[in-house]
């Protein structure tokens, strides 16, 4: 049973339009989630988190949204680059209230850039 | 700066040899953890560790072995190799126990035959 969902495998987006990234959960006990970024043959890279106590995060290019009620996050990334062009990770974590977790991933989308 | 350094890239192993992965971090960070990637999967958590002599498993941890005796080193053992544990495996460590990004190394490619 996937907890998080990412429901498109790719993404093809013109260069300097906006990319939207989707992602679904279905656990209410997580409460931290991440956007992984991730180049071929290299381990992945952080790009932007949110606690559920917010609904938007903001860094530069990349926004993430959270909606809690829907659970559904998405990430903005304006404008978009060819350096862009990866396999983007949603990530969450939970709160069982024993400290320490590791995260629950989604399968990925390959945001494609054309130029 | 190395941060999450792993060795080795690449391992072939014929079915029930054993090996260890090895993974060391440089920024001090309790909270390490190795996850696996399957072709078109995410990462799955195998083994998690908060610090220095605490292990616990993770979604995935049958077949695996972990230990911590350092804050620095947190390597994954395959007891018996079998095909099923064909994979690309990576290792992570945090700077604090929960909501905070992991840091991840480049990944080991293992084919077990």
């Known amino acids: 049973d996937q907890q998080v969902k990412q429901n498109s495998p790719s993404l093809s987006v013109q260069e300097g339009r906006i990319s939207i990234l989707n992602c679904d959960y279905t656990n209410s006990m997580f409460d931290y989630f991440l956007w992984y970024k991730k180049y071929p043959a290299e381990g992945p890279t952080f790009l932007i988190s949110i606690s559920s106590i917010k609904d938007k995060n903001e860094d530069g290019r990349f926004t993430v949204f959270l909606n809690k009620s829907a659970k559904h996050l998405s990430l903005h990334i304006v404008p978009s680059q060819p350096g862009d062009s990866a396999v983007y990770f949603c990530?969450?974590?939970?709160?069982?209230?024993?400290?320490?977790?590791?995260?629950?991933f989604g399968k990925g989308t390959h945001l494609i850039i054309q130029p | 700066n190395a941060g999450v350094t792993q060795t080795p890239k690449f391992q072939v192993l014929k079915t029930g040899q054993s090996m260890t992965l090895q993974c060391a971090q440089d920024?001090?960070?309790?909270?390490m953890s190795w996850y696996r990637q399957d072709p078109g999967m995410g990462l799955r958590l195998i083994h998690y560790s908060v610090g220095a002599g605490i292990t616990d498993q993770g979604e995935v941890p049958n077949g695996y072995n972990v230990s911590r005796s350092t804050t620095e080193d947190f390597p994954l053992r395959l007891l018996s190799a079998a095909p099923s544990q064909t994979s690309v495996y990576f290792c992570?460590?945090?700077?604090?126990?929960?909501?905070?990004?992991?840091?991840f190394g480049q990944g080991t490619r293992l084919t077990v035959v």
């Open positions: 990530a969450a974590s939970e709160d069982d209230g024993g400290g320490a977790d590791g995260l629950t």
């Open positions: 992570a460590s945090n700077p604090g126990w929960r909501n905070t990004e992991a840091f």
């Open positions: 920024m001090n960070h309790e909270y």
